[in-house]
């Protein structure tokens, strides 16, 4: 097929184009409470054709690009020769600026995401699984679930004679627990995936997923006002986009950010806490975010863009480094964080705190109903649905209010702990606590 559409393309008005062929395998389980509602295969073999066209434009000092893609299935070849001249005159309407696609490069990295023992009879194992882990908790009960495991094969070929394969595995779950005290309940929603069988701890899901559900039937509001507050868990996955956002050249280039090779990534002001390490890290084993080369065919690569608050380098896909004339450093793979020096425990004893009113509360919060600060403003504001106030006078679960801040702000007096977690598409600290949050809530 790519051979194909290669030669529909040849001699066309372009300078330039490139294919990605994606191949996925899908086997798919459904649970309504514990029956098998479903099980299904899916296979998809789609195109993805991006042409270039540079030329000469009205008014423009130098040659502009346009470009103009199309996704496309095996189905739908009678009507490529259509879809090729409907995307050329795409092109001729668009004035990009000029920027080259790589050849082939010289090695790819060896990146660990595809795990060879997965299988269809995976789903049934995984079916018995979340039976067991459910019944082995009090006051819970099983509503749905669905497992989702894919293969998803890539390939890219491009004009310069780049030729590129990577595959990869996904198990995926999203499950629905039931909790029941008294006359009250309450449901907890997980989703959760991972690369390897062996990193999928669905019996740990369904465990804290139940905790989570059972204590939503007895948790109270949080206190309002400013409070320290230890982030864990989901809250992770998204917290440090906004400081990735500095150093996206993407953002620099379309003028969304100022930011400068030697800027800090925190407001102005004395750093009372840890300072911030982050890397862009392809080649993180399990990582969602993981590859060998990106959307262009640029090799996976570990780069640091962030040291001590300071922006060291530009996250810059090939696109973008040709615009800002800055090292290409590949799409956005995974975040990495660097650890603190603090274990994790003691970020929850209330008596390391400092004095304060309210018996020295300190607020763990662990799970929100979206928890996604603004990669501009570094804002956030998010709906608590798991948490716990922690004092001298004891633990109480806590759902509902809010809490709020702004990134830049709290890292200034923020802590991190030494343990690490990895997590879809991040590594980083186990617990971060920052000094200080604004919690609305009774």
């Known amino acids: 097929m790519i ?114 023992s997965l299988s269809v009879k995976t789903l049934d194992e995984c079916e018995e699984r979340i039976k067991k882990a459910v019944s082995n908790e009090k006051q819970i009960r099983l509503s749905a679930a669905e497992f989702f495991m894919d293969r998803v094969q890539t390939r890219l070929v491009n004009h310069h004679g780049l030729d590129v394969e990577q595959e990869g595995t996904v198990l995926e779950t999203e499950f629905i627990l039931l909790a029941e005290s008294g006359s009250r309940e309450n449901e907890y929603i997980n989703r959760y995936k991972r690369r390897f069988l062996s990193d999928f701890d669905l019996e740990g899901e369904v465990k804290q997923s139940a905790q989570f559900a059972r204590e939503a039937t007895v948790a109270t509001l949080p206190k309002t006002g400013p409070f320290p507050v230890l982030l864990s868990g989901e809250p992770l996955d998204h917290l440090f986009n906004p400081l990735v956002a500095r150093a996206s050249a993407r953002l620099k280039y379309n003028r969304m950010v100022e930011t400068e090779l030697g800027s800090s990534v925190a407001s102005p002001g004395e750093i009372k806490g840890d300072s911030i390490h982050v890397w862009h890290n392809a080649l993180l084993k399990g990582g969602l975010g993981s590859y060998r080369f990106d959307g262009f065919g640029t090799p996976g690569a570990r780069v640091r863009l962030i040291e001590n608050n300071i922006v060291r380098a530009f996250l810059a896909e090939k696109r973008y480094a040709d615009y800002l004339n800055v090292p290409v450093t590949g799409e956005e793979g995974n975040i990495e964080v660097g650890p603190g020096s603090i274990p994790f425990n003691h970020l929850l004893d209330p008596e390391r705190l400092g004095g304060g009113a309210d018996g020295d509360v300190l607020y763990h919060l662990q799970a929100f109903s979206a928890f996604e600060p603004n990669v501009m403003t570094g804002a956030f504001s998010a709906e608590i649905r798991a948490g716990f106030e922690i004092s001298r006078k004891g633990v109480r679960p806590i759902k509902g209010g809010s809490v709020t801040g702004v990134l830049q702000e709290a890292i200034k007096d923020c802590r991190l702990s030494k343990e690490r977690v990895q997590r879809e598409r991040v590594l980083v600290p186990q617990g971060i606590f920052f000094k200080s949050l604004t919690l609305a809530g009774e």
């Not at 259509?82 to 990295?109: G, H, T």
């Open 3 to 116: 051979e194909k559409i290669k030669n529909a393309i040849t001699g066309k008005k372009l300078s330039g184009w490139q294919i990605r062929e994606t191949r996925e395998t899908s086997h798919q389980l459904f649970l309504a409470k514990e029956e098998r509602e479903c099980v299904r295969s899916v296979e998809t073999q789609l195109f993805r054709v991006t042409l270039y066209q540079r030329r000469k434009s009205a008014g423009a000092r130098n040659d502009v690009l346009g470009i103009a893609s199309f996704q496309i299935g095996a189905a739908e070849l009678p009507a490529l020769e259509k879809r090729i001249d409907e995307a050329i005159f795409s092109a001729s309407l668009v004035n990009n600026q000029l920027f080259e696609l790589p050849s082939q490069p010289e090695s790819l990295p060896v990146v660990e995401r595809m795990d060879p």
